[in-house]
Structures are given as structure tokens and as C-alpha cells.
């Protein structure tokens, strides 16, 4: 099982193949992702880079989010999933952030705000150039690092606990890489016949190969 695994090992070709690659969000600065981030939430980040064309031409910075309301923000959002929260959550943190330079880039000051819990950060730190602080776990790395083999959860929360505490910091980047595989070949209806990750594959050695 699992524990047989050098995952320190068996995880570089995934590190290797989507190194440096950027997010699906087509964001162009600090500000802008951060919208992003929280507005993707439940959403698609496809959905949220159509959205996102008017309301930055509209709010194109943190000084002039802080301008609005909750009210006055829904109409530039209105078509997202659980847009008056996120209109709520994205105004007050414009009205305590003021400017794009205060924009934090710690995960403890990232999480404080409201809207943000550690994935949005771990993608807010990774996407900004900053070291890790822990390891991104969205709804596709959910499903990879289980069928990997790596870890033996779907709980988000401990899936980074198990890989943060497998993988020295260097290699934190891994949950995002397991994302991008996850969109691309380790789909709900995986691609296992060209999947490059089938030597160390749990999922594959017990589901598909028997």
C-alpha cells in the first residue's frame, strides 16, 4: 500500500510536469486574483474569468472596491454562485485593506479575512511568488491524492495535514500540480490509459490494471 511508496520520490514527475504553470484563473495582479479566488469558491473558474472582464474594467482596484456596498457590488456579480456573500465578504475586506499594496501575503493574514479559508490562501501565496505555508487542496486534488495513494482521506483538511507532513516544503506545490491533473487527466472519468502517474498509482494498480 501507501507506506511502500517513496512519495518524496514518486511524486516528481507530477512536480516536474505542471512546475510554474498558472492558475486557470486569468487574473493580472495581486487585486484581481484575490477577487478571483473568493468569487471562485463553489463556482467555476472558467464562469468567474467571464465575469471578471466588466467588473475590473468597472472596480479595477482595491481603492475603488472599497468605494462600494454590498448592494452596490451585486450587480457586477450577480451571476455567481452565492454572490451576495461574496459581495459582502469582498467589501469589507476592500474597507480594511484600502489599497492593492496592504493586500496581505501571509496565510494567518490571509485566513483572518473574511471569505478566505487556507486553500484560497495557499492559491493567493503560490500564485504571488511567496513560499509555501501549506499545501493547496481543492475539490481535485480531493480526488487524486486518494486514488494516488498518498493519502487514504477525502477530508480537505487532513489531506493537507497527511501531505505536508509527507512532503519536505519544497515539494508543497504538489497539491496544485495534483489539481491540474486532476482537470487534465485524473478526471471524475480518469484517463488512466495515458496517465504518467500509473507506476505509483493505487487506483490504477487495484481498479484498472486487474
Not at 13 to 39: A, S
Not at 74 to 94: D, E, F, G, S
Not at 180 to 198: A, N, V
Request: hydrophobic letters at 40%; a positive charge.
Amino acid at each position: 500500500m501507501a507506506a511502500k511508496t517513496d512519495w518524496v520520490k514518486a511524486i516528481q514527475p507530477l512536480l516536474k510536469k505542471y512546475k510554474g504553470k498558472k492558475h486557470p484563473l486569468e487574473y493580472k495582479n495581486t487585486y484581481q486574483l484575490l477577487v478571483m479566488v473568493i468569487l471562485a469558491a463553489q463556482d467555476s473558474d472558467r464562469h468567474i474569468n467571464q465575469v471578471a472582464v466588466d467588473l475590473f474594467k468597472a472596480i479595477p482596484n482595491m481603492k475603488a472596491l472599497a468605494k462600494h456596498t454590498t448592494e452596490t457590488l451585486i450587480p457586477y456579480i450577480k451571476k455567481v454562485r452565492n454572490h451576495r456573500n461574496k459581495a459582502n465578504w469582498l467589501t469589507k475586506i476592500a474597507q480594511e485593506i484600502k489599497t492593492d499594496a496592504k493586500i496581505p501575503k501571509t496565510m494567518d493574514e490571509l485566513t483572518a479575512l473574511p471569505g478566505i479559508g487556507r486553500k484560497s490562501a495557499n492559491v493567493i501565496l503560490r500564485e504571488s511568488g511567496l513560499p509555501p505555508e501549506g499545501i493547496m487542496v481543492d475539490l481535485h486534488t480531493v480526488r487524486v491524492a486518494p486514488r494516488l495513494g498518498i493519502v487514504d482521506t477525502s477530508d480537505p483538511k487532513k489531506i493537507e495535514e497527511e501531505l505536508t507532513a509527507i512532503l519536505p516544503q519544497k515539494y508543497w506545490d504538489a497539491g496544485m500540480a495534483m489539481s491540474f491533473h486532476g482537470r487534465e487527466i485524473c478526471r471524475p472519468k480518469p484517463l488512466c490509459e495515458i496517465c504518467f502517474m500509473r507506476p505509483v498509482c493505487e487506483y490504477y494498480k487495484e481498479v484498472i490494471s486487474k
